[in-house]
């Protein structure tokens, strides 16, 4: 059995609000998960069962194989960052991070070696006497991470530590929790709404939507290869395009261009008048005609350089898309624009149950 195990948990809180259906998750040891969606998706919810913090209303939760829906928080050995730092502000980054272990017993010279341990993994050597107030947003998050990682737990659970920072210190965290994963190694569940954060720390992504889990996977695999629209929609940055069209003669419109459905589908015989979503990622695209790909025609309506690529917002017979290409061909305004989706970047969905319908030409 997995570290960690997840077996049809539902949480019904006491006003009957059904927030979490059927969650199922098996997690390794020493692995990456991040609980990504949108507000109220249940996210916080799943981390707080697991944490010890809310019941389990229905299902099972074991940890390294051992039933632990009856452990208490403090017997489970996890430890928690939460989004407001809950550091003490009459006391110093030091006796922040050794308070937990003062409290257990700890003798003090243990106590000692493991904060200047933690603290050199941690950056913070030189601002152990200061009170948090004297910290900038980043340095008190660390202090957060370091009083959780001080404990020497195997779990790690955050919920949205770096909501509180600005965008700068964001990229920097991020990638600070990453490598301290790297050093410390502790199972870690880190809850956010933020794509970017899921995408760029995860080893698995977990993407919920309405308390259900939409699927589970790294990185990569939710990016090329997403079970529905929510999740396609969710993952990338601008969000995937997405065109209503309705089946005729084995095709699809994209505005005026056609896509002839055996190109990517290995069965292409869909009724006619069946309704189906094409769905094209906006850095997909080539500017011009080519080769292997839907060429489409459409109207420049606003373009945004963000330096390192532009946004042209385009208008295909009345269809907003999003392109996303190189500054130097960033065209003009109220120009007709032409581009070109291969054939293997195009995603297809059923209209009705939202679900993908696997493109043949799509490697892993
Ligand atoms: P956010 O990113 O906004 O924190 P989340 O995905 O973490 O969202 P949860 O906090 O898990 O969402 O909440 C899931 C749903 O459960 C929400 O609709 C929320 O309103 C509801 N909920 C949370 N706590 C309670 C409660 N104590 N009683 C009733 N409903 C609750």
Known sequence: MAYLSLKDVNKIYPNGFHAVHNFNLDIEQGEFIVFVGPSGCGKSTTLRMIAGLENISKGDFFINGKRANEIGPREREVAMVFQSYALYPHMSVYDNMAFGLSLQGVDEDVIEKRVSETARILGLTDYLDRKPRALSGGQRQRVAVGRAIIRKVGIFLMDEPLSNLDAKQRVTMRSEITDIHRKVGATTIYVTHDQTEAMTMADRIVVMKDGYIQQVGSPYELYFKPVNMFVAGFIG??????????????????????????????????????????????????????????????????????????????????VKSILKVDPHDTPEMDTEVEFSIPYDSIYLFDKETENVIENKLRQL
């Open 237 to 318: 940055e601008p969000p995937m395009n997405f065109i209503t069209s309705e089946v005729k003669d084995g095709k699809v419109q994209i505005g005026k261009a056609e896509l002839a459905l055996e190109k990517i589908l290995d069965k292409e015989n869909y009724d006619n008048g069946k309704s189906l979503v094409v769905g094209y990622r906006p850095e997909a695209i080539v500017l011009g005609a080519k080769e292997n790909s839907v060429v489409v025609k459409a109207i420049v309506e606003l373009t945004e350089l963000l330096g390192d690529n532009t946004n042209v917002y385009v208008d295909i017979d009345g």
